[in-house]
């Protein structure tokens, strides 16, 4: 069961080394986190005047619905407001993520004065939950990809979603590869141990040796046996 779950956790960071990064054009990145871990989702082009990132806004949306999770550099009141957390860079830190936080966030980039600038970068986190099951010597590996869906709703995020609207096919090609990859993992791994079982209890098997004896021309059969406990 060790060797499983060294095999189990390479799994993960393949995984996440394979598919964590940009992913989509120059302005939108991907992340794939596992449930409990840590995410941090960084802010593109972002305004280096700031007084502890007040000009920077970040909005989470899923499949329709939008919340506003930092405004003015500042975490707003809501379910996810305890796990929040914003660096000096305006990167947005998501603590113990859950299946609830994998959708669409946006983070954007306001500056006051007469000649405002509006900068928008997207970020796409998916989150990954993987569990394992026992019965007898069968273990049955249950893995799940949890993604975004964009959002129809009007507002910020429509803007944001259209800038992006050319990048769409490419991103579900990055998800169909995901999936793939994590399924012949599993399978692999599965393989591997169930044949290292069956080497592992394979009977011993009698060996006969056949002996001539040359003197009096007679055969003489030798059975021979592993000693026991072998």
């Not at 949306?61 to 405004?71: F, I």
């Not at 603590?95 to 000649?115: F, H, I, N």
């Not at 129809?152 to 999936?179: C, L, M, P, Y």
Request: glycine residues 8%; contains cysteine; charged residues 25%.
């Amino acid at each position: 069961m060790d060797e499983f779950k060294r095999i189990k956790m390479s799994l993960f960071l393949i995984l996440l080394l394979q598919f964590t990064g940009p992913a989509i054009g120059q302005r939108s990145l991907s992340f794939f986190v596992r449930v409990g871990d840590e995410a941090t989702l960084p802010c593109n082009y972002v305004i280096h005047d700031q007084d502890e990132c007040d000009g920077t806004n970040w909005i989470f949306s899923d499949s329709g619905s939008a919340v506003k999770l930092v405004k003015g550099g500042q975490i707003g009141n809501h379910a996810k407001s305890d796990r929040l957390r914003v660096t000096e860079k305006c990167s947005l830190v998501i603590k113990k993520v859950t299946e609830e936080d994998a959708g669409y966030y946006t983070c954007r980039q306001l500056r006051s004065g007469p000649e405002q600038e509006d900068s928008v970068s997207l970020v796409f986190l998916s989150v990954v939950t993987m569990t394992e099951h026992q019965d007898n010597d069968e273990v049955t590996l249950n893995c799940s990809l949890k993604t975004y869906g964009w959002p129809q709703s009007s507002g910020e995020d429509t803007t944001a979603a259209a800038t992006e609207s050319d990048s769409r096919s490419g991103w579900w090609w990055w998800i169909i590869v995901v999936i793939v990859g994590v399924a012949a993992l599993i399978i692999i791994t599965v393989t591997v141990i169930r044949w290292k079982r069956t080497q592992g209890q394979r009977p011993q098997m009698d060996e006969n040796i056949v002996r001539y004896d040359v003197d009096d021309g007679t055969v003489n059969y030798d059975n021979i046996r592993p000693p026991d406990g072998v």
